[in-house]
């Protein structure tokens, strides 16, 4: 029975600290998944900048709106598509692809269709996947804004465990 009761009492004394650990390392994992984000959409930033062939295009940005429970309408784009010719003088039309899952939205003034006037930049091997020249601006603290609320949730379980697992790791006892 005295072995029964070490064990529980061991138990009791190591469980908040284990527990606290366990989210340390659950902020640890998450906080290195949202970081090797950022570094493949720096990465796919530092591709399209390797491109180096730009060219006049128009980008037609469709919205989506979805109506909330108390009648707020919220608004997001869509899509982005781009229209140019490529160096052969072959006419593209093309959805933009995500950026670490964003679209670079191209900003001025609309025509009569809808449309902006943007440059966008491709490679010439595979002009399918144009982006506005805009999104080459982007850096990793950019990329980052798109992230915040997974960053935040992240460091905020990785302090929560360590100090959790500094105030709940056991005295030592004395024989």
Do not use: N
Request: hydrophobic share 40%.
């Amino acid at each position: 029975m005295e072995r029964g009761e070490g064990v529980r009492g061991a138990i009791r004394r190591w469980w908040p600290a284990a527990a606290a650990l366990t989210v340390t390392l659950i902020g640890c994992l998450l906080l290195a998944g949202q970081i090797h984000q950022l570094q493949h959409g720096d990465a796919e930033l530092a591709a399209l900048r390797g491109h180096g062939r730009h060219t006049s295009a128009h980008a037609t940005v469709q919205t989506l709106c979805s109506s909330g429970a108390r009648g707020s309408t919220a608004c997001g784009t869509s899509s982005v598509w781009l229209d140019f010719k490529d160096a052969s003088g072959d006419p593209v039309s093309e959805p933009e692809d995500a950026i670490d899952g964003s679209l670079y939205v191209p900003h001025g003034t609309r025509d009569a269709e809808g449309r902006v006037a943007t440059t966008v930049v491709y490679d010439p091997s595979s002009p399918d996947l144009a982006q506005p020249a805009g999104a080459l601006d982007q850096g990793v603290l950019d990329l980052a804004t798109h992230h915040w609320l997974a960053l935040t949730f992240a460091l905020a379980l990785l302090g929560g465990g360590v100090t959790g697992a500094v105030a709940a790791w056991p005295q030592r006892t004395r024989r």
